[in-house]
């Protein structure tokens, strides 16, 4: 008899993509798969096509592995429910209760979820960058911002499971318009679509010749903007010391609340290297409290990829560890 | 025989005064005394002044009591150091080894240190209305305004000892000089000294007759703004309401991160009720994502006085159960 090999099967829910993947104990990923987010209005079809294309990747493994639960990230994720409640960058806009739903196909498997965020912050302290540390905050860039924070070496759920929206602060009253309903929103500026923003901004402001003139808003990515950058663009390069700035006075801020060792930043954006941690790193130390100076740590993360899908599979291993 | 209680010596070193109190295991409250915290430019003559005064409180009750350990709350606590470093409010502006220093006085007792609003958090938690909670804020309006966050059921100390400065998150970009040499931190508006500060902006900005516009600014005091208000002062009202802009849009930013049950004020200005509570609520709500609405209790602290001697002497039978 062939002992088969154990494994969780962590999901992340994106803004834009799904993505899954199969992961052993020791951080051994398997395989993995995805499919699109947004593509189906109703929860119960986007279930569906999930399972499917699950059961697909599994398929040729049945004989090797054993799937011993699921753990999910996913936006305003709440732990303690195991829903998704309110998400603003979804086409979902209620509470919905994804882990019985999930159950329906699953029944006899353990399912834990959490804000993609916090799942991301428990994959880069199992098997990334923040192994070992204590206190940390991880910030995902992606479509919006997402945030965990680590305090005495747990994750911050709050009383609700809701806590780590960092994305969510109002870092400019009556400032820009939020998926959320209000204005102002740090992720309206530090966020793919926040760069997508403010190169517009820019092009407003300076009369800098630039590439970027010639796309139209609907067209324009922060990859585009990143490129632009690295080629000396003015109105590129503008674009990501601003969004430094706003994201640097956001950390300041947030590190006189948790003082942490470090703060991991993760996502496509996070891979714009230099253009956007130097600016960060400089705003944050012009405006932190004397005794944080050259305290704390700004790191990329060290899940090049996939730290969402690796928090969902550790969470479930933390739980049945429990 | 007889056996003496035991009791443990708390001290919360504010901005103006210096108190200190005798407390059993059970929160009873044996005896204090307080000495100015400003009068000494030399942090060794404070201490020996602070010395002979809890001899003489002590001094009568020698035969009853055993003092068995010293908890210390003071700005900029650092915890794991037993420090004081770099404090905006005091004369002492370095690096303060106090644990140390306390030592020479008493060296045969354990003395613990942390930030006098980490104290009060601890306080509010072991001996008031945060009995049971596992994830709330107390805010500590004085001189200054500091904070204690707790979350998962332990206080966050952050990677250097120094977490908990809401205080110092930056909420108006070049505004108001703070102590601590920088601008717009939350302590130049929402505290004693930031209403006192308001209420020359509100007689700047508006007509309204008022009896505070015979008050020059150095004998302005926060009481007296809440008397006037009290009585129907609309300066006075203003400058209340400001205040609890100030401090809601704060608090809404701070659930963002941590989430909690509730939000405990304490201190002078804590003790304004509805004129401050009022403001504060509102402004607090409006400027919340939609998840938290309606969730977080904005509470008076349960300890009437001396939260922050409660803690102090808290972390005391804390540190001895470990």
């Known amino acids: 008899m062939i002992m088969k090999k154990q494994v969780a099967l962590g999901i992340d829910i994106g803004g834009t993509n799904t993505t899954f993947g199969f992961i052993d104990r020791e951080g051994n990923y398997l395989a993995?798969?995805?499919?699109?987010?947004?593509?189906h209005e109703d929860i119960n079809d986007y279930l569906k096509e999930l399972y499917l294309e699950i059961e697909k990747v599994l398929d040729p493994l049945r004989e090797e592995i054993e799937?011993?639960?699921?753990?999910?990230?996913?936006?305003?994720?709440?732990?303690?429910?195991?829903?998704?409640?309110?998400?603003?960058?979804l086409r979902w806009h209620d509470v919905i209760p994804l882990c019985d739903m999930m159950k329906e196909y699953y029944p006899t498997l353990p399912i834990y979820l959490t804000n993609d965020a916090n799942a991301a912050a428990i994959g880069e302290m199992i098997y990334g960058g923040?192994?070992?540390?204590?206190?940390?905050?991880?910030?995902?860039?992606?479509?919006?911002?997402?945030?965990?924070?680590?305090?005495?070496?747990?994750?911050?759920?709050?009383?609700?499971?809701?806590?780590?929206?960092?994305?969510?602060?109002i870092v400019s009253p009556n400032g820009r318009q939020c998926g959320c309903?209000?204005?102002?929103?740090?992720?309206?500026?530090?966020?793919?679509?926040?760069?997508?923003?403010?190169?517009?901004?820019?092009?407003?402001?300076?009369?800098?010749?630039?590439?970027?003139?010639?796309?139209?808003?609907?067209?324009?990515?922060?990859?585009?903007?990143?490129e632009a950058a690295e080629k000396g663009d003015m109105i590129a390069i503008n674009t990501f010391k601003y969004t430094g700035k706003m994201l640097g006075e956001a950390l300041a801020n947030a590190i006189a609340i948790t003082s942490p060792e470090a703060i991991f930043l993760f996502g496509g954006l996070a891979k714009a290297g230099n253009l956007l941690f130097e600016p960060t790193k400089d705003h944050m130390e012009m405006n932190l409290l004397k005794i944080y100076s050259n305290k704390v740590k700004l790191l990329p993360s060290q899940l090049d990829k996939n730290a969402a899908i690796y928090g969902a599979a550790a969470l479930v291993w933390k739980e049945l560890n429990k």
Chains 1, 2 share one sequence.
């Open 32 to 39: 993995d798969g995805n499919i699109e987010t947004q593509k």
């Open 67 to 89: 799937m011993i639960g699921i753990g999910i990230g996913a936006p305003n994720g709440n732990y303690y429910k195991g829903s998704i409640e309110f998400a603003p960058n």
């Open 181 to 226: 309903g209000r204005q102002g929103c740090l992720e309206t500026y530090v966020s793919a679509t926040g760069v997508k923003r403010t190169a517009y901004k820019m092009m407003a402001k300076y009369n800098y010749p630039s590439e970027l003139r010639t796309i139209p808003f609907n067209e324009m990515t922060a990859k585009i903007v990143a």
């Open 130 to 169: 923040a192994k070992g540390m204590k206190n940390f905050i991880m910030v995902t860039l992606g479509t919006g911002l997402g945030s965990g924070f680590v305090a005495n070496g747990e994750l911050v759920y709050g009383h609700d499971g809701f806590a780590g929206e960092l994305g969510h602060i």
